[in-house]
């Protein structure tokens, strides 16, 4: 009885189960988020294309500052995204999204990314 109390808090402890993912990719990065029931990114995953190197993102390691996604499958012309993800050593990378096209900016420099917002 006890696991199925602590099965039940951890549960309810939980903002919201992933219930779509999102991916942008570019020439140096590829974004995969999971996107929650309540219309918040629970994690990403941040791939660098040239170093290799990927980092995963979650809890106050992501801020969703504004996330659009209407439920018209077909234009993605109205979907928005504004993301800030931060490393444990103080780096962050801001995702701006408008439609397909996004940037994300890191240590000063925009890298051109493409969202497919494919449910």
Same mark, same amino acid.
């Given at each position: ?39 918040? *990114?629970? $994690? %990403?995953?941040?791939? /660098?294309? #040239? ?42 990378? *801001?995702? $701006? %999204?408008?439609?397909? /096209?996004? #940037? ?16």
């Amino acid at each position: 009885m006890r696991w199925f109390a602590a099965l039940l808090a951890l549960l309810t402890s939980t903002s919201a189960f992933a219930t779509h993912s999102l991916s942008c990719g570019g020439k140096t990065y590829y974004l995969d988020m999971s996107i929650g029931s309540d219309n918040i *990114v629970n $994690s %990403a995953t941040l791939s /660098d294309r #040239v170093t290799k190197v990927v980092t995963v993102f979650r809890g106050n390691e992501v801020e969703t500052k504004k996330l659009q996604w209407p439920s018209n499958e077909g234009d993605s012309s109205a979907n928005r995204l504004e993301l800030v993800l931060r490393t444990k050593t103080g780096q962050s990378f *801001v995702i $701006s %999204a408008k439609g397909k /096209d996004a #940037v994300l900016q890191h240590q000063g420099t925009n890298h051109v990314l493409d969202c497919n917002w494919q449910r």
